[in-house]
């Protein structure tokens, strides 16, 4: 019988050093997992891997993958535009075939301690693994980022789930969880201008009256003189791809400007792509997964 598979997706607050994230890669590699995509932005400073296996498996790869953030990552001196509290900023699980999310909530819950254990970095629970509803949503968490952890720390109610009381000094903390299916997209507009497009990812996603299920934000892209709306879409099923594509295009339309190009950040199910011209898409084949790989939707408990 094959065993139940879940994916791991870590987030690096790195993505300019391109040794780091080739080291990273081959750390979870040898831990046993199957790599299946890394992606690297350096606007962002942040790489985003993403492998599958068994869950003892992909725990070890994460483990494998956090001690090398860890020991070389400092983020007294990272700059960049992703919101982050760690240099493993948060490690989510994902329930595959044959598993439940319940058995992504127990990766979750056995990685936390092994990691605040032995690198000395506190944990929080997110998402389905959270212990606190509170701590549910990635945004509470990372408020006011590694400048103000320690602080939030320090207040009532903020200790970690796992791990010391305050920060580790270079590694800050990491926010581990379980979750269904996320695509993480950008829009890259044509043009400069910060507002505009703070002002798109405001109108799309669902708590500016949007779109039910998308996240947004919009950042500069320093590096090529352009901005971009990044996204998270956490409801793909329920608020397609195709509608989420339309609705940014329609509001940059209004307000006189172009989607230059589509950018699909790690992997997403194949069907979820269904309706749209993926030559539109800057990406690599092997990042859109053959949907027998999710199985059914994963019950929650």
């Known amino acids: 019988m094959t065993a139940p598979l879940l994916e791991c997706v870590p987030n690096v607050s790195d993505g300019r050093d391109q040794a780091l994230i080739e080291a990273l890669a081959a750390a979870v590699e040898a831990a046993g ?15 985003v891997f993403t492998f599958v296996g068994p869950a003892a498996t992909v725990e070890a790869a994460a483990l494998a993958l956090a001690r090398i953030a860890v020991e070389r990552l400092d983020l007294r001196t990272h700059r960049g535009v992703h919101p982050r ?26 990685l936390g301690p ?7 970095v506190p944990v929080f629970y997110y998402g389905e693994a959270a212990l606190r509803p509170e701590r549910r949503e990635l945004a509470a968490l990372r408020r006011g980022q590694f400048e103000e952890l320690a602080a939030r720390m320090r207040a009532p109610g903020g200790e970690p789930d796992a ?27 044509d043009s400069d201008a910060l507002g505009l497009a703070q002002d798109i990812a405001r109108a799309c996603r669902e708590a500016g009256g949007g779109l039910l299920g998308v996240r947004a934000l919009g950042v500069p ?37 172009e989607v230059r190009e589509w950018e699909l950040v790690g992997c997403a199910p194949a069907d979820a792509f269904a309706g749209v011209d993926r030559a539109r898409l800057r990406l690599e084949p092997a990042q859109l997964l053959d949907p027998a790989l999710f199985g059914q939707p994963a019950e929650p408990g």
């Not at 092994?114 to 000395?120: M, P, Q, R």
């Open 163 to 189: 791990g010391p009381p305050v920060p580790h000094p270079r590694a800050g903390a990491t926010a581990i969880g379980a979750r269904a299916v996320l695509i993480a997209m950008n829009a890259v507009l």
């Open 221 to 257: 892209l320093t590096s090529r003189g352009l901005v971009q709306v990044t996204m998270n879409l956490v409801s793909y099923r329920r608020t397609p791809v195709a509608r989420v594509m339309t609705a940014v295009e329609a509001e940059a339309a209004r307000r006189g400007v």
């Open 85 to 110: 509290i760690g240099a493993v900023d948060v490690i989510p699980f994902v329930p595959l075939r044959g598993a439940r999310m319940a058995d992504a909530v127990r990766a979750a819950h056995a």
């Open 114 to 120: 092994a990691l605040a254990g032995e690198l000395g």
């Open 33 to 47: 997992a199957r790599l299946l995509d890394v992606h690297a932005d350096v606007d962002h400073n942040r790489s």
